[in-house]
Nanobody, 125 residues
Framework: QVQLVESGGGLVQAGGSLRLACSAS????????MGWCRQAPGKVREFVAA????????YDADSVKGRFTLYRDNAKNTVYLQMNSLKPEDPAVYFC??????????????????WGQGIQVTVSS
């Protein structure tokens, strides 16, 4: 059984930075396609960033391109989402997800098997 636990959320001023962490237990993150999604009140869930297992490719949503970076620390079995230049439209609950069986498309959130509980990110203007 895999458990994902997010940390690092909170309140930050517009233009500031936060780093979210997703710590996994049960299986290695290096063997999974890992992703971050976010959902704001009244909006559909948006896939923000993802990385295929074994370095097979990455994805960044247009809305965060150049500002957010997803990377893995295999030694810590943790995936990070570095968020810079945060904007008023970035606040949401951010979720970490993992797929160990592979995904046909990296943004198909329904193909991810494991999800964290979510963590709130708030941006003040």
């Amino acid at each position: 059984q895999v458990q994902l636990v997010e940390s690092g959320g909170g309140l930050v001023q517009a233009g500031g930075s936060l780093r979210l962490a997703c710590s996994a237990s049960g299986r290695a993150v290096s063997m999974a396609t890992m992703g971050w999604c976010r959902q704001a009140p009244g909006k559909v869930r948006e896939f923000v960033a993802a990385i295929r297992r074994s370095g097979g490719g990455t994805y960044d949503a247009d809305s965060v391109k150049g500002r957010f970076t997803l990377y893995r620390d295999n030694a810590k079995n943790t995936v990070y989402l570095q968020m810079n230049s945060l904007k008023p439209e970035d606040p949401a609950v951010y979720f970490c997800a993992a797929s160990y069986g592979g995904v046909s498309a990296i943004t198909h959130d329904y193909e991810y098997d494991y999800w964290g509980q979510g963590i709130q990110v708030t941006v003040s203007s």
